[in-house]
T-cell receptor
């Protein structure tokens, strides 16, 4: 079992839809969580960074962390064709090691 | 441009040749990371530096791979005697030290081994 699981998709939605992207993890020591957007043949671009549990909102993006369920989510409101990309979750234990473990990524396609 | 810079962006080489990639992190960041990404997969951790010290290495980093950060600024990743399985995107990222912080990635160096 991988430490971080993410449905690879692809996920196709119409423009304007609310998108929900999710990751589950097995290591209860993870405390730092990030979401990245990656366009084809480009480096990952940081979208959201959260520490521990709770919600964080930034424009059309909301990140949720539920540590009791070992589950994190990224919501995209009013999705646009320009949101079409692969979305990667990443997480880290923090103290003692600073490496981030990534999910495989979910491919999202927003249809105009 | 104040982002993470990687060079070259794409390298095509023949099996058995050596290749070297360079990464220039964001100037005030003292942590630097190397990740490898293959098609359809998320980035896999290879190694990271705090200043010039290499603090952690993955088992993925075989003896053919070596990374350096001689003055705590730019870093190089060298692959000796390349194999076709080394074909991947090599990503560099940097972050501030202190509490575990956000990783900022470069555009990557794509390696194709023929």
């Amino acid at each position: 079992q991988k430490e971080v699981e993410q449905d690879p998709g692809p996920l196709s939605v119409p423009e304007g839809a609310i998108v929900s992207l999710n990751c589950t993890y097995s290591n209860s020591a993870f405390q730092y969580f990030m979401w990245y957007r990656q366009y084809s043949r480009k480096g990952p671009e940081l979208l959201m960074y959260t520490y521990s549990s709770g919600n964080k909102e930034d424009g059309r993006f909301t990140a949720q962390v539920d540590k009791s369920s070992k589950y994190i989510s990224l919501f995209i409101r009013d999705s646009q064709p320009s949101d079409s990309a692969t979305y990667l979750c990443a997480m880290s234990v923090g103290s003692g090691t600073y490496k981030y473990i990534f999910g495989t990524g979910t491919r999202l396609k927003v249809l105009a | 441009d104040t982002g993470v810079s990687q060079d070259p962006r794409h390298k095509i080489t023949k099996r058995g040749q050596n290749v070297t990639f360079r990464c220039d992190p964001i100037s005030e960041h003292n942590r630097l990371y190397w990740y490898r990404q293959t098609l359809g997969q998320g980035p896999e951790f290879l190694t990271y530096f705090q200043n010039e010290a290499q603090l952690e290495k993955s088992r993925l980093l075989s003896d053919r791979f070596s990374a350096e950060r001689p003055k705590g600024s730019f870093s190089t990743l060298e692959i000796q005697r390349t194999e076709q399985g080394d074909s991947a995107m090599y990503l560099c990222a940097s972050s501030l030290a202190g509490a575990t912080g956000e990783l900022f990635f470069g555009e990557g160096s794509r390696l194709t081994v023929l």
